[in-house]
């Protein structure tokens, strides 16, 4: 099955300090999604995105899709405490089928 | 509003033992999915119900059967649990096949002894 690889795997940063994470994939992707998941808890939705070159915010959150439609970031400005946890991307080669999900990005925010 | 709910939260079991899973969305979603996921791994798709009487493979459909019971619930079964199916359990719904928003249930974690 498609694979999407995360990096990094884990990261270990201030309060305060700007994040950035990545998804690479080797095949091409019509939309890329970010969630978050906390300990214990089923994703949550971030951002999503339809167009290659397409950057979009949400508050703290940007992320951006790669121009190749084959990677997509992920950052997050002044990291705060309950920005802890496990990202993940997905990405989909057409509308309404199948979403991949990246192998997620561990993040831990040390007040 | 409960979102979506997922019964049990942990779940034991031998070698061979049956058990189904439960979900159930009150958000009158059409779509819903099974998701499980292991460590190191990203969330992988077991089997989907685009639609109220419809249910297809996803990525890792061995060793398990799906039941869309109604619009609101959607189970999954085990029928001779395996080793291998340890693993941390998603369900999740959207509005459509087509909508790109997921909602996913708590989890259910799942040992396989």
């Known amino acids: 099955g498609q694979q999407l690889n995360q990096s990094p795997q884990s990261m270990f940063i201030q309060e305060g300090e700007d994040v950035s994470m990545n998804c690479t994939s080797s095949s091409i992707f019509n939309t890329w999604l970010w969630y978050k998941q906390d300990p214990g808890e089923g994703p949550v939705l971030l951002i999503a995105l339809y167009k290659a070159g397409e950057l979009t915010s949400n508050g703290r959150l940007t992320a951006q899709f790669g121009i190749t439609r084959k990677d997509s970031f992920l950052n997050i400005s002044a990291s705060i405490p309950s920005d802890v946890g496990i990202y993940f991307c997905?990405?989909?080669?057409?509308?309404?089928?199948?979403?991949?999900f990246g192998t997620g990005t561990s993040l831990t925010v040390i007040p | 509003n409960a979102g979506v709910t997922q019964t049990p939260k942990f779940q034991v079991l031998k070698t061979g033992q049956s058990m189904t899973l439960q979900c159930a969305q009150d958000m009158n979603h059409n779509s819903m999915y099974w998701y499980r996921q292991d460590p190191g791994m990203g969330l992988r798709l077991i089997y989907y119900?685009?639609?109220?009487?419809?249910?297809d493979k996803g990525e890792v459909p061995n060793g398990y059967n799906v039941s869309r019971l109604n619009k609101r619930e959607f189970s999954l079964r085990l029928e001779s649990a395996a080793p291998s199916q340890t693993s941390v359990y998603f369900c999740?719904?959207?509005?459509?096949?087509?909508?790109?928003?997921?909602?996913f249930g708590p989890g259910t974690r799942l040992t396989v002894l």
């Open positions: 997905a990405g989909s080669r057409n509308t309404g089928n199948q979403f991949y």
């Open positions: 119900s685009a639609s109220e009487g419809t249910t």
């Open positions: 999740a719904s959207s509005e459509s096949p087509s909508t790109d928003t997921q909602y």
